[in-house]
Each structure stands twice: as structure tokens, then as C-alpha cells.
């Protein structure tokens, strides 16, 4: 009876309590959040935890909380805190009182080690990054204020680890990322790319249609320690990408931004030694003309046979040796390369709302983006992209999320190999105009590029005029992107959330390669002369969908767990059709039925892949400073083999925050946090690899792969030590990690014997191991008044070996002319390892027979460092071109004077060869310093990036030495005894062996670009009064990419690189082959909010 | 703490019971694995018939990439064209002095070594894979009609024989495989004699099943239509042909049984072997890169012996690295032209007269006028200023390519007649094209009045050196490996010295087989060329 009673006063009580707290006012806290330089912060959340209650500022920095009255109790204090990812924390004590209003101001400083940021990439749901016991890159868009042309390039130089290179400057092409070193020797038909997730859609295809001026954040998980969750897919990494979903505005706010930028591409260096205006030719006495070998004076064009300039008159045979390039074309001579490219026009457009009210918060966008890059006659890419992203509380226990993205695109191709149009501009002497017309045109031959001159040389016969190309080909390649997410979310218990998740990713493509009927060539080719065309169309589709069972727990005193559970489903289509044929009936009809219908070919290949898995995982976080994690993850894939099809993956790792210890006493040292990770992920094969295939063609059926029901996916295992540390009131933030991985079961492609039929077998063959060093120091270094200079260094260094290989050693390469065998792969060989032909440079190089026959003291080291003949009693001071030494290395005579191929000792067999090593493709560190210079509304922004200690191989430049069109030969300016003739930069391009690289061509192509650069003037909301249209701010910008490099290398661009092919990406396969070159750009913009 | 339980297991149930219901098995349907590929009679008739186009392809470089047959560099190390690209290891296995072949995976050149190993080896596996289908499983057989069976089989044996014999001729050991073969028990190398022994069995094999039914193979099989009838004689003349060829000296050439190519030769009739080079399916780039518009010439090494002007003599007296198409001095008064009367070449006595008259192979093209060749120091004496243009309309828009030319047979049969002591039924063969092109017939004792060729001595040639001439001239880069002066030098010990005479077994397979160490032929070591039978001056 007793127990009745108090229940129904219970019940009264609560009954009546509404009505009595209802009658309490509430309170408002307002006030202003600015940096450390008094400018405002938007978007930063101002919270009472304790009331549950939060808010957020606006564009000026404003924010105004309303706590309501029913929450506070009269003269109650509480903590009011003031954060956001990239700002320190603040934390404030306030006294409440009912209907209080009170004002309460922050100045938050720049955070160096964002540890209060929240990660959701890898882990068992959105952790703070303190507690995370692995390392999780963040950017956010204020770490972006040059905005990348693509979301892909958007982590270069700004996360330690990540190599991003742009292989290829043309318009529109992605770049290749490679974290924490390769991860597959063999990459042939897949790639080392990560695996990408944009607001949760898993990415069936490239990031190249992302733009970056939507992106809320990214998160990179480098190793498979740390990407564990994502199992088979993600031994090479996650980049995981949100986008802006009006999730952190104010209540009732909409916000509109539109931004413009319009900017010139250009060629940041045209390298001199590329083609030289000099020419090895006889000339008469007032080099007006050229002279023959009987000494007749004659034009060039018109020359019968014109001599060398060293060669003596009638002479039996030209002689090299006597000849050096001094000599100027007469008449008008022109920089071809110069006159070659262009400068293009770069712009992009910017329209985006996003706003939140009540339960619903969204963000829609529009961009559009061309540039017509730098090369003639192509229009380069053009872009527009639509984004709508919505979040809706449709109950208190039901959240819906949906992203919808659509990408439409248009980019001139350019094939990128050799017999392209650049192939051609290096052979091109500068005494021919290649914008001159045909002789029989009498109109300007630029109303109808047909018309412009074909062979402005009519002594080469290989190469045409590369406008030509340029201006008549057409090769066009088309993109259609949508990518579609939509999560419900129930939430039945305090503790307890599930999670649907559905995600579409479709890409459609069309390529189309058309040459009118009448297109000429080099040399003539009927297949193409009498008009070609091809088509590709591809579809792609990506779709994903899982169930998630997301846990927290608390257990006891100081103890939470947060626990997931995921089953996952995928489902990868492809399809692809290429249709070819040539001969058109008639002109400028680019029909295939037009087209000779005996020549019409066709093919098509279909590719499915259906995936799934589940994993738990589990996260312990202990009185805030222990950290314990595990998870296990089964995988099943169709690319598996039939007895291998489902993999287990697994993970454990610990962090330890020893400043949160009571016992820690160090005032300086305000966070340090060690943490260790253990973890497992794969690599998938690629669709053919499992099965046993025999070709089938038009002209029958053929073996060509042997199945393999044993097939496992590549198993990689990595260790990551890591230690996160701020110091001296936060303002120095350090970094360091060190990872080891070992990828197991390498999937390789592994010759038969011949007699079986059958080409190959992919097995897992091999390993692969990766040490990685990685560092970050951050530092506010000046905060002075409205002054401020922040700045960031990151350093890190790879290193990649092949431990183990079960087949013999083989090559690999690229693709393109003689690309093939450029890299030699075989145990103990590091990836990326050049090798070619080494001229010698010391007489240990000589081969034993020619030394005991020529002794060292026959030969000296020259001023380029390489090992030359000069006979007995002979030096370099008293020349003596010309003299033959009567003997051979390599096959090759040796001249005096003359360089040569030098040996190596082969580390594996230990016999003496001419095949060397002749670089690395794989730095010895990567670098990169940004700062940023606050002062008032100006913010100058840059950043540096220096890749140190690797190699590129510069076909271009060795193929123009065969050409003798390159600076290499030129010697105007070199003294008269230090001359060398042609003959010894002939020697520098081959020896005997082919078209391999060469030592000299192998170059070092260390660098340091200024690859950011940003001048910004922000006016305030306060600025901007006078103006209609309730402005919040107003940014004008002058914006720079990819600047000025400084470097060695002897081409447009040392950061270049040929993805595809067996490496798989173009930050490992560092060979330049005629790609386009990548190009610097400026723009202006104004930038608008309201 | 019971319902925290109670959800957590129906969550976990919810999650883990959902996976392995995914159906996880996809089929390939781009590619039929084996059982797809011959299902039926049909799917086996598709397997064997696509093996010439392997065959083919490799023989005859069909890429512009130019790096699998070996084709190009022993055409042009036998001076049979000239060009110094490195492309298609031209230049390299052409220096002077000869080099070594280079068997190492990762040289550019590599690819010459190995494709015609794993080519033929994909031809010979097919049609042993197709013919062991075909008897494994008898009922098959009756959904092909008997002339259509019959194809089958003759067309799988008369590919073993193209496979092995090209095998036989080019390296020193290869695997006999066909359809008895149990390869899950491995196989063993056998000498190149063996191999050729094999080939020709399957040959007479080929030959045999094509005398019963009527059939033919079509076009694009092989290029061209081929009746049973002429596949029995194309068989009896390559059988005359490889019988020949597998000869790497001088000595092996007498061991020839030459009685049995003159049976084989008389049975081949004079059929030809022709196919279409539609530039699609079937074209040579053995050709384009040995006559190719400005990108080769015709060698003086060999072809200045049509000279009767001395320039010949002159131009080999110099040292190798200094022959130049300009003797010494003004070129209008020292270009080195041929001055001959063999109507195949220009005729006239200046270099401008000869320009203005093509022979009937060769000319002075308008680049050759103003001496733009290509790099010196790949050798000056790669020069001169005659091109081949007996294949511009091949090289240029397709034509007719003679795989088997009835030249070959004519001339092959001369050279065993020779080889039998008939040396008046062999000049009789010799003198059909010998008469044709404007040079007196020769006779049993090598009677040469037109003293073409003229030995690098000066002296004329004798009856061996004038077939040897009209070889040259007459199966210039058609049948075999488009270099069929390679193997004709080689037995009768033409070849420059040092080239190399044979080919090694690929580095990539004696690793993978565990028959290490890597070895070479060719450069002064194993398998040399020795002096050439011509003495040429400095060659020694």
C-alpha cells in the first residue's frame, strides 16, 4: 500500500512536473567565434553536453544557443565548449540561471594535431581521433584553399605517405595514388590504386569525375592495418570522401555560395634541350645554304645529299667524330617546341545552396569546370557536375541520408605513345614553319586544317607535321557519372542503431577515334588513309548494399564499448563494346555504315563480379586513455578461386594517451598518444584471372590460360607504430609513424611450359615487403595581434621489395614502343628498378678481356663523368677526335674519346653483364612544407612539395639523340676543347642491345615545385553591409598550381608517369613516353556567400 | 541486461545468418574454358582451324610493334635487305662484327628468341588438344560430314608438321607433341634432327588423309583457299623444304637426303602457296621492314655481285666501317651504282639514268637521290642507294604473298639436283628466270658470260653461286620466315661470320623447366657462322 502511494505521487508528480517546468523561461548564451586573428569561424558547434543542447555560428561567426528552461536549474553551472575539426577546442564555465542572457566569446586557435576531429573511416562508427589506436589522414576544405581541378589530386602533398602523381597533364586525366609504397608487383589488369568511398558509395570506377569544391572531408587509411574493415579490397588503402550536406549551418540558415574562377594553362618550362635550332651540316662561307659532298652550295630541301660539317669533301663516308652541332639554320628558324603549344583557358563555376531546418539538412551544387589545357587543336575537357545531398529525421528514432551526384564530361584524347604528335615535334628541325599551308593552297590553310602542311621535312619519312594531327584527327572521349547512396537509420534503443545501406556507382563511356577519308600518314597505311573509325562504349555499374548493427555500451566505471556488426553485399557489371572499320564510302560521313563493310570489326567483353562479407568489430576505451581494438572480417568474392572463395581478414590495435595518465606531469607536453596496430587486408584478382580461357577470334579458337581454382586474393599484413604528440601550449603538433607490410600470395601471371599451349596461369606467387617511415610536424609559429603563420611539414620514405618470387625473374613495363621491359622484376629487387644499358664510368665497368688488353691508364673520366678511350699516352686535354681505337665493347667500336657501355655485376648470378640497373622509380623521401600567413582578411597560402632521390626515363630525349634534332648535341657555347662531336652523343642513345633505356636518359629527376599558390582577400558580413543582397562574405582570389619546379630533369615535367601496364599506377611506372605535358595554372576568382 | 542479450544475438544472427547466401559463382563469358571450347565437332574444327593464324603471325611479325619474329634480323643479317632501326633487333643482331643473340628475359631483343617458341608450341597444343578431343570421344565425329573430317585431320597433321619443322629449323632441341602425347607425365627435349623427322612424318600424314575425301580449306583459314589436292602437294613441298633447311652447315647440307626432296618436290607438282594480304587479317611485316619505303635498302654485301663496273670490288676493299654508296670521291663520278645486265636491276650508267629506269626489283628511289639513309654510325655499309620495290603493292595496299613460291620449288629442286650430280637438269631450272631477267644461261659446268654473280675475287661465279644468286633474287622475303636466304646461306655457308645459326631454347623456359644455364648461339661462341664460302675481304 505504501509502495501504491509513493507511485502515485510518482506519477502525479510527473504528471504535473511538465506543466511547472514549461513555466520556466529559457536561457540564451550568444556570442562570437573568431581564430586567433580575430577573423570569424563559421561552422563551429557551441555545446552544453550537460543540457544537451548546441548551436552552431554563422558566416560571421555568431552563434546563439537557447537552452530550454526546463533543463536548468537556478544558479547551476555548467561547461560550455566551442569546437570543430582544425580549431583547438575551448571550453568555458558558465552559471545559468532561467531566462538568464548571457554573452560568452571564444578565440579558438588553430589545432596542430586535430586529435578533436572525428573519423568514421576504418573504425566501429565516428570516433574522435584521439581515440583511434591507427593512423586516419584528415583534410578538410580549409585545407584546400586552392582548390584541385579533381577530388583525386586533392590529398597531394598534404598527407604523409601519399604519393599522387599526374602522370599525364591532359585535361580531365586522374592521377595515379599510391599509399605507403605498391602493394602488388604484378598489377596487370587491376591497379594500385585505393579503394575510394564517396558518402559511402564504394566506387566501381576511377575518381576522375569527383570534383573538389563540394568536399566536406577526406579521410586516408594508408595500410591494411588500418583498413582491415574493408577486407579483400583494401590492402592499398581507403580514401574515404564526404561531401558537404548542410549538416553543421544553424538552424533555419540557408547559405548560397557562388564562385568563379577564370585562369590561362600554360607551359611552365619548355626544356632547352628538347630540339635545338643548331644542325650538324656543311655550310658555305656566309652560312647561307647548306653544302653537298662535292661542295656544291644548295637549300636545304633541295640538297641532293648535304655532308657533315666535319666530313672532308668527297669523302667516302660521313664522319661524326669531326662533326660538332654549331651551326645555325640560315633564314628563319624557329623554337618549335615554343610554337607548338599554347596557352589554354581554364574556368570553373561554382553554384551551391545548403541549408538545415528542423530535421532536414541538405547541400545542392553545381560546377562547371574547362580547360583546354596546351595543346593545339584539341579542346581539352569539360565538365558539369550536379550534387544533391539530404538528411531527414523522420522520426526521432528514424534518419534518412541520400546523396545523388551526376557527372557529364567531354575530353579531346590524345594518345599518349610514341609516333604521337609530341614524338613528332622532336624530330622537327627548326628551319621549317609547321603552320605553313600545302604549296598548291592559296587560302589560308587554317580555315581548313586539311590543308595546313603534312611532311614540313620531306627528308624524314617517319615523322609528319604534328599539327597535322592535331588539327584533323578526332578523338573524343565522353563520360557519364551518376553515383547514388541512400541510409536509413533505426535507432530502437538508446544503445542501439541499424543501419541500411544502399549505393549505386554507373559510369558510361564513349570513345570515338575518327580520321576523314583522305587522311594522310607516315608512312602511307590504307587502313587509316582511306578514312577509320572506332567506337568504344562501356557501361560500368557498381552496387552495394549492407545491414549494419551498430552497439555502444557502457561497462562500468569508465569503460565504453562500441561494437558493429555488417553483413555487405556487392555486385561490380561491366560491359564494353568496340566496333572498328575503315574505307569510307564517302567523306565526312563518320558512320559505320558508311564504312567498307568487309573491314567493319567488332568486339565486346562482359565482366561480373558479386562479392560479400561480414565482419564484427569491437573498440574499448578505458578512463579515456586505453584503447583497445578488434575486428574480424569474411570475405567472399567470384574472383576467388573456386576453393579459395571466402578469405578471413582480422585486425587488433592499442593506443595509450600517457598525458591522461594522473601521473604524467609534463607541462609542455600537452598530448602524447603512442598506438600500435596489427591488421590484415587483400587485393582481389582480376575478372579473367581464375578461369581457364581459350581465345576465340574470328580466325578460330586458341589456348591461353590455364584456370586456377586455387586462386587467393594478394594477403597482406602490416604492423603500424605510430606516436601523435602536441607541445608547448599546442602549438607544436609532431607525428611520426613507421609501418611494415608483407604482401603474401602475390597473384602473378606465370609462364607454362610451352608444349602445354597455354600462355599463362595467374597463381600466387611471390611476396612483397614495405617499411614506411611517416612524419608530420605542424606548428603555429607567429599568432600576433591579426597576424598569424601557420605551418606544416610532412616528410616520408617507402621502400619496396620483392622477397620472395616463386617464377623466374621476368620483365615488365609500360605501355608504349619499347616500353615493355623496362623493369626487371626478380627476388630481391626493389620495385621499380630500371634496367638498361649503364655507360661506364670507371674502368672497374670495363669488361675484364678489354682491360687486360687496354690497361686504365688508356682511359679517362671525362667532364660528364663518363669513362673514354684516349689511348696511350693520351688525355682529354689534347683531343684527337676521330682516332679509332681498334677494338670493341659491347659490339660497339670504340672512338677516342667516345663513351661506352659499361658492366655490372648481376646481384643474382654474379656474373658480369651490359644489363644494369639504371635507376629507381621509388624516391628516397617525399616532402612537402605549407604555410599559411593570416593577416586580417589577406591569407597567403602555399605549399612546396619535393620529391627527392628517383628516377624518370626520358624516352622523348634519348629517341630525339637518334634523330640529332635534341640540345643534347648542341655545343655553341661549350669551348672549343671541350667540344664533343656527334658521334659521342650517338653512342649515349644506343648500344647494342635495342631500344632499352639508357643510363643517361634514366634520370634523376629530384624536384621541388611550388604546387600551391593562394592569395585570397576575404570582406566580411560587417564590409559588406553597404551592398545589397545580405552578403556574408566576399573572396577574391588569385590562385596558382603547379607553379614552378625546380629540377634536373630534362624534360616538361619530372612528375610524370604511365599508369596501367604490369606496375598499375604512374606514381611507380615513372616513364615519360611522349604523354601530355602537365602545365601550370593561373587563375583569378571571386568567390561570393550569402 | 536480458534484452541487451536477446538483441544482440538476433543482430548477430540477422548479420552473419545473411552471409553465404550470395551466390558467389560467376561464369566467364567472355572466354569458353576448355569443355566450352570443344563442346562439339564444330568447337574442335574452330580450334585447329585458328592455328595457322598463330603460325602465321609470329612467322610473319603481323604487329607494327615488330618484336616477335625473328624474321626481320636474319633477313637483314643475311643481307637479304638492309635497314639499322633497332626494331625488330635489326641492327643489333646485324652489327658487324656479328654479336652474340642475347637469351635474357629482359632484353629488348628477347621477344625474337622466344615468341616462335611459345607460338608454335600454341599451334601444336591446339590441334593436339582438338585431334585428342576428337578421338577421346568418337561420337563426335559424326556430326562433321566425311569431307569435312577428313579436313579436319589433315589440316591438324599438316599444322604439326608447320609447327615442328619450324621448330626443327630454328632452335636446337624442341618437344614432339601431338595428340598421343600424355603431358601430365612432361616431356622430354629432343635434338633438332628428331624434331624435323616428326615433322615430316606428320607431313606425309597430312598428306595421306588429304588423298581421300574431296575438301577444301577455306580462305580464312589460310589466307586463301586450298583444295585437298594442293594441301597434299603443298605438304610434299614443305616437307622439300624443311628437309632442307633444318641444315645449319655445310656438312649437314651434304648429309641431306636430297633424293627424298626431289620425291617430295616431283609430288609437290610446282603448287604454289599463296594467301591475300589484306592488311586486316594477314600481312607481313617481315617484308615492310626488309623493303619497306624509307626504311630499307638493298644491301651492296651480297647484290653488288651484279656489278660488272669494279665498284664492287672497290667498295669491299675498304674497311668495313668506311663503305659508303660514294667510293672516295664526288659522288656524281664515285656513287656506287650497279652497273649490270640483270634486268632486275635499274639500268643505266649514272645514278640519274638509273633512277629514271627501275629495274625489275630494285631502284633508285628520290630519297636514296639525296642521301638521306639513317644513322652512320650503325655502318655506312648498310648504305647504298637501291631500295626493293618488288613489294610496294604489297607493303603499300595488300597483294598476293607466296608462302610456298613456285621459285622456291623450282629453285630448291635445282639445288638437289646439283646436290645428286645432275648439274644439267639443274642449270635448266636455274635458267628460267636466269634467261628471263637478261643473263646467258649457264650450263652443268656454271658456265656465267653475263658474270652475274661476280665473286668479291672478281671471278665468276660458278654454277652454285649462280643458283645461289637467282635464290636470292627469285624467293626474296617470301616463305619462310619472309628471310629464305637466311636458311639457303646457312647450309651452304653464305652467312656472314659469325652470325648466328640457330636460335637457343627462351632463358624464361629453361628456368621455368629447371634447365639452366642460359646459353646463346651466335658472335664467335656456340652455333657461329664461320667465314663465308664468298672470302669476303675483312671478314675475317
Not at chain 1, 463 to 488: C, H, M, V
Request: net charge negative; hydrophobic share 40%.
Amino acid at each position: 500500500m505504501r509502495n501504491f502511494r509513493r507511485l502515485i505521487a510518482v506519477v502525479i508528480a510527473a504528471a504535473l512536473a511538465p506543466v511547472a517546468l514549461l513555466a520556466q523561461e529559457a536561457a540564451t548564451i550568444t556570442g562570437r567565434v573568431t581564430n586567433a586573428q580575430g577573423q570569424p569561424e563559421a561552422a563551429v558547434n557551441v555545446q552544453i553536453t550537460a543540457l544537451q543542447s548546441g548551436a552552431t555560428t554563422d558566416a560571421s561567426g555568431n552563434y546563439r544557443l537557447v537552452v530550454p528552461g526546463s533543463r536548468i536549474r537556478a544558479g547551476q553551472q555548467v561547461t560550455i565548449v566551442a569546437s570543430r575539426q582544425g580549431l583547438a577546442s575551448q571550453s568555458r564555465t558558465i552559471t545559468l540561471n532561467p531566462g538568464a542572457n548571457l554573452t560568452q566569446n571564444f578565440q579558438l586557435n588553430t589545432s596542430v594535431l586535430a586529435l578533436e576531429a572525428v573519423v568514421v573511416t576504418g573504425v566501429a562508427g565516428a570516433t574522435e581521433r584521439a581515440k583511434v589506436p591507427f593512423e586516419v589522414a584528415q583534410l578538410t576544405a580549409a585545407d584546400m584553399p586552392v582548390p584541385p581541378t579533381s577530388a583525386a589530386s586533392a590529398i597531394q602533398g598534404k598527407v604523409a605517405g601519399a604519393q599522387v602523381v599526374s602522370g599525364s597533364g591532359r585535361p580531365g586525366s586522374a592521377p595515379s595514388i599510391l599509399l605507403r609504397g605498391p602493394q602488388s608487383i604484378s598489377a596487370d589488369g587491376r591497379s594500385q590504386e585505393p579503394l575510394y568511398i564517396v558518402d559511402g558509395v564504394i566506387l566501381g570506377s576511377s575518381m576522375v569525375d569527383l570534383d573538389a569544391l563540394d568536399i566536406e572531408n577526406i579521410e586516408v587509411v594508408k595500410g591494411a592495418a588500418a583498413a582491415s574493415l574493408y577486407g579483400s579490397r583494401a590492402a592499398a588503402g581507403v580514401v574515404q570522401i564526404t561531401t558537404k550536406r548542410g549538416k553543421g549551418l544553424p538552424n533555419d540558415e540557408v547559405r548560397y555560395t557562388a564562385r568563379t574562377e577564370y585562369g590561362r594553362n600554360q607551359i611552365a618550362f619548355y626544356p632547352p634541350e628538347l630540339l635545338t635550332e643548331l644542325h650538324p651540316f656543311a655550310m658555305n662561307a656566309d652560312s647561307t645554304q647548306f653544302l653537298d659532298n662535292s661542295g656544291n652550295a644548295c637549300d636545304w630541301l633541295e640538297c641532293p645529299s648535304v655532308a657533315l660539317a666535319g666530313q672532308t669533301r668527297g669523302a667516302a663516308a660521313a664522319n661524326q667524330w669531326n662533326t660538332f652541332m654549331t651551326n645555325r639554320w640560315p633564314g628563319q628558324t624557329l623554337n618549335q617546341v615554343e610554337e607548338f603549344f599554347r596557352s589554354g583557358v581554364f574556368t570553373q563555376n561554382y553554384l551551391a545552396a545548403e541549408g538545415r531546418a528542423g530535421g532536414t539538412n541538405y547541400h545542392v551544387s553545381y560546377i562547371n569546370m574547362k580547360e583546354s589545357g596546351v595543346l593545339p587543336g584539341l579542346e581539352g575537357f569539360d565538365r558539369n557536375n550536379f550534387r544533391v545531398n539530404l538528411d531527414q529525421a523522420v522520426r526521432n528514432d528514424i534518419s534518412l541520408s541520400a546523396s545523388a551526384f551526376y557527372s557529364r564530361s567531354s575530353q579531346d584524347n590524345f594518345p599518349e605513345n610514341s609516333g604521337n604528335p609530341i614524338f613528332d615535334l622532336t624530330r622537327m628541325p627548326a628551319g621549317v614553319n609547321l603552320f605553313a599551308c600545302e604549296d598548291n593552297v592559296d587560302e589560308e590553310c587554317r580555315d581548313n586544317p586539311r590543308n595546313i602542311i603534312f611532311q614540313p621535312d620531306p627528308t624524314n619519312t617517319e615523322s609528319a607535321n604534328p599539327i597535322y594531327d592535331l588539327l584533323n584527327r578526332e578523338y573524343i572521349q565522353k563520360r557519364g557519372r551518376f553515383l547514388g547512396a541512400a541510409t536509413l537509420r533505426y535507432s530502437p534503443l538508446s544503445w542501439l542503431d541499424f543501419d541500411g545501406n544502399v549505393s549505386y556507382d554507373r559510369l558510361d563511356q564513349e570513345e570515338t577515334d575518327y580520321f576523314f577519308k583522305g587522311y594522310q600518314t607516315l608512312p602511307a597505311n590504307p587502313a587509316i588513309n582511306e578514312g577509320y573509325m572506332d567506337r568504344l562504349n562501356a557501361l560500368t555499374e557498381a552496387f552495394n548494399t549492407s545491414i549494419t548493427a551498430s552497439m555502444r555500451f557502457s561497462l562500468g566505471n569508465n569503460v565504453y564499448n562500441r561494437t558493429q556488426l555488417r553483413y555487405l553485399y556487392e555486385e561490380q557489371d561491366g560491359l564494353a563494346t568496340f566496333t572498328s572499320g575503315s574505307d569510307f564510302s564517302v567523306v565526312d560521313i563518320p558512320q559505320f555504315d558508311v564504312l567498307n563493310h568487309e573491314l567493319l570489326g567488332a568486339s565486346s567483353a562482359r565482366t561480373e563480379v558479386r562479392s560479400d562479407g561480414y565482419f564484427a568489430i569491437t573498440n574499448f576505451e578505458i578512463a579515456d586513455r586505453y584503447i583497445l581494438d578488434g575486428l574480424i572480417r569474411n570475405d567472399g568474392s567470384s574472383l576467388f578461386g573456386e576453393d579459395e572463395r571466402r578469405q578471413w581478414y582480422y585486425r587488433a590495435a592499442a593506443a595509450w594517451r600517457v598525458t591522461e595518465e594522473p601521473w604524467f606531469r609534463v607541462p609542455s607536453l600537452n598530448e602524447l598518444k603512442f598506438s600500435y596496430a596489427y591488421g590484415t587486408a587483400g587485393n582481389r584478382p582480376n575478372f579473367y584471372a581464375q578461369y581457364e580461357t581459350f581465345a576465340v577470334s574470328a580466325t578460330g579458337i586458341t589456348p591461353v590460360r590455364l584456370g586456377n581454382q586455387q586462386l587467393k586474393p594478394e594477403f597482406a599484413r602490416e604492423q603500424e607504430l605510430s606516436m601523435d604528440a602536441s607541445m608547448f601550449g599546442d602549438r607544436i603538433g609532431l607525428e611520426v609513424t613507421y609501418a611494415n607490410r608483407v604482401t603474401e600470395d602475390q597473384i602473378l601471371a606465370v609462364p607454362l611450359p610451352a608444349y602445354t599451349g597455354y600462355v599463362e596461369q595467374y597463381q600466387n606467387a611471390g611476396t612483397l615487403e614495405s617499411n614506411t617511415w611517416e612524419a608530420g610536424l605542424t606548428a603555429r609559429l607567429v599568432e600576433r595581434g591579426n597576424f598569424s603563420w601557420n605551418a606544416r611539414l610532412l616528410y616520408d620514405r617507402t621502400r619496396t621489395k620483392i622477397t620472395k618470387l616463386d617464377v623466374p625473374a621476368f620483365t615488365a613495363g609500360v605501355d608504349g614502343q619499347a616500353l615493355d621491359d623496362v623493369f626487371y622484376i626478380r627476388e630481391g629487387e626493389e620495385m621499380g628498378t630500371f634496367y638498361g644499358f649503364k655507360i661506364a664510368e670507371s674502368c672497374e665497368e670495363l669488361p675484364e678481356a678489354t682491360l687486360a688488353a687496354h690497361p686504365c691508364s688508356e682511359f679517362a673520366v671525362n667532364d660528364d663523368g663518363y669513362l673514354v678511350w684516349v689511348g696511350t699516352g693520351g688525355s682529354l686535354g689534347t683531343p684527337s677526335w676521330g682516332t679509332a681505337g681498334g677494338f670493341t665493347i659491347n659490339n660497339q667500336q670504340v672512338n677516342w674519346g667516345a663513351p661506352f657501355a659499361g658492366q655490372c655485376t648481376d646481384r643474382a648470378t654474379e656474373e658480369r653483364t651490359f644489363f644494369c640497373p639504371v635507376g629507381r622509380t621509388t624516391p628516397d623521401y617525399n616532402l612537402s612544407l605549407s604555410n599559411t600567413f593570416n593577416w586580417g582578411g589577406l591569407t597567403v597560402y602555399g605549399l612546396i612539395d619535393a620529391v627527392q632521390g628517383f628516377s624518370v626515363y626520358n624516352q622523348p630525349l634519348q629517341w630525339a639523340v637518334f634523330k640529332r634534332t635534341t640540345g643534347v648535341f648542341d655545343q655553341r657555347d661549350v669551348a672549343a676543347n671541350e667540344r664533343k662531336p656527334l658521334g659521342y652523343y650517338d653512342a649515349l642513345y644506343s648500344f647494342s642491345s635495342g631500344l632499352e633505356p639508357s643510363s643517361v636518359f634514366v634520370e634523376d629527376a629530384s624536384f621541388v615545385k611550388l604546387r600551391e599558390l593562394s592569395l585570397r582577400y576575404r570582406f566580411g558580413a560587417d564590409r559588406l553591409a553597404s551592398l545589397p543582397g545580405n552578403l556574408d562574405g566576399l573572396t577574391l582570389s588569385l590562385t596558382g598550381r603547379n607553379l614552378k619546379t625546380w629540377t634536373d630533369y630534362r624534360g616538361f615535367d619530372p612528375e610524370v608517369g604511365k599508369a596501367g601496364g604490369d606496375l598499375g599506377s604512374a606514381a611507380l611506372a615513372r616513364v615519360e613516353g611522349y604523354q601530355y605535358p602537365n602545365f601550370r595554372t593561373w587563375t583569378l576568382g571571386v568567390e561570393v556567400n550569402f | 541486461m536480458k534484452n541487451i542479450r536477446k538483441t544482440a544475438v538476433f543482430a548477430s544472427l540477422l548479420l552473419f545468418g545473411a552471409a553465404g547466401c550470395a551466390d558467389l559463382d560467376v561464369d566467364n563469358t567472355n572466354q569458353p574454358d576448355r569443355a566450352g571450347a570443344l563442346r562439339t565437332a564444330g568447337d574442335i574444327e574452330s580450334l585447329i582451324s585458328g592455328t595457322f593464324s598463330t603460325w602465321f603471325h609470329n612467322q610473319h611479325n603481323n604487329t607494327h610493334s615488330c618484336a616477335n619474329s625473328p624474321g626481320v634480323w636474319m633477313g637483314i643479317a643475311s643481307f637479304q635487305g638492309s635497314n639499322s632501326w633497332n626494331n625488330c633487333a635489326a641492327n643489333p643482331y646485324s652489327q658487324i662484327p656479328r654479336p652474340a643473340l642475347t637469351n635474357a628475359p629482359a632484353d629488348a631483343n628477347y621477344n625474337t628468341i622466344a615468341q616462335p617458341w611459345y607460338a608454335n608450341y600454341r599451334a601444336i597444343a591446339a590441334v593436339s588438344q582438338g585431334l585428342a578431343a576428337l578421338a577421346a570421344d568418337p561420337e563426335l565425329e559424326d556430326d562433321l560430314s566425311a569431307s569435312d573430317l577428313a579436313r579436319l585431320k589433315a589440316f591438324g597433321k599438316f599444322m604439326l608438321g608447320l609447327g615442328h619443322a619450324t621448330l626443327a629449323t630454328v632452335y636446337d632441341r624442341a618437344f614432339i607433341v601431338d595428340e598421343t602425347t600424355d603431358l601430365s607425365a612432361g616431356t622430354e627435349l629432343q635434338p633438332y634432327g628428331e624434331v624435323m623427322t616428326a615433322a615430316l612424318g606428320y607431313f606425309d600424314e597430312a598428306a595421306a588423309l588429304s588423298s581421300g575425301e574431296s575438301f577444301t580449306i577455306p580462305s580464312l583459314w589460310v589466307g586463301a583457299s586450298i583444295t585437298n589436292v594442293q594441301l597434299a602437294k603443298i605438304a610434299r613441298g614443305l616437307k622439300a623444304r624443311y628437309r632442307a633447311s633444318v641444315a645449319r652447315t655445310t656438312a649437314e647440307r651434304d648429309a641431306v637426303d636430297w633424293a627424298a626432296v626431289l620425291t617430295d618436290l616431283a609430288a609437290a607438282g610446282g603448287q604454289e602457296w599463296t594467301m591475300e594480304h589484306d592488311w586486316v587479317n594477314w600481312w607481313s611485316n617481315n617484308v615492310f621492314w626488309q623493303s619497306g619505303y624509307g626504311y630499307a635498302w638493298l644491301s651492296y654485301q651480297y647484290y653488288g655481285m651484279a656489278d660488272q663496273s669494279g665498284r664492287y670490288q672497290t667498295w669491299l676493299g675498304m674497311t668495313v666501317n668506311s663503305r659508303h654508296p660514294n667510293l672516295g670521291g664526288a659522288d656524281n663520278t664515285t656513287a656506287f651504282i650497279i652497273v649490270t645486265p640483270d634486268l632486275r636491276f635499274a639500268q643505266g650508267a649514272t645514278r640519274t639514268a638509273q633512277a629514271a629506269a627501275p629495274g625489275r626489283y630494285f631502284r633508285i628511289p628520290e630519297y636514296s637521290i639525296t642521301g638521306q639513309w639513317a644513322r652512320p654510325d650503325r655502318g655506312t655499309w648498310r648504305w647504298s642507294w637501291y631500295r626493293n620495290h618488288k613489294f610496294d603493292a604489297l607493303n603499300d595496299a595488300g597483294d598476293t604473298y607466296r608462302l610456298l613460291p613456285r621459285s622456291e620449288l623450282r629453285l630448291l629442286a635445282a639445288e638437289a639436283l646439283l646436290r645428286t650430280g645432275n648439274g644439267a637438269a639443274a642449270a635448266d631450272s636455274i635458267n628460267v628466270s636466269r634467261v628471263f631477267n637478261g643473263l646467258n644461261a649457264t650450263n652443268s659446268s656454271g658456265l656465267n658470260t653475263s658474270c652475274v654473280p661476280k665473286l668479291p675475287s672478281s671471278a665468276c661465279g660458278g654454277l652454285l653461286h649462280i643458283l645461289a644468286w637467282e635464290v636470292w633474287m627469285e624467293t626474296m622475303m617470301e616463305g619462310h620466315f619472309g628471310s629464305p636466304k637466311y636458311f639457303f646461306d646457312r647450309r651452304n655457308g653464305f652467312l656472314y661470320k659469325n652470325t648466328a645459326l640457330q636460335m637457343p631454347i627462351p632463358a624464361k623456359e629453361l628456368q621455368l623447366l629447371q634447365l639452366t644455364p642460359v646459353y646463346t648461339y651466335g658472335g664467335g661462341g656456340d652455333g657461329s657462322a664461320p667465314t663465308s664460302a664468298f672470302a669476303f675481304p675483312h671478314e675475317g
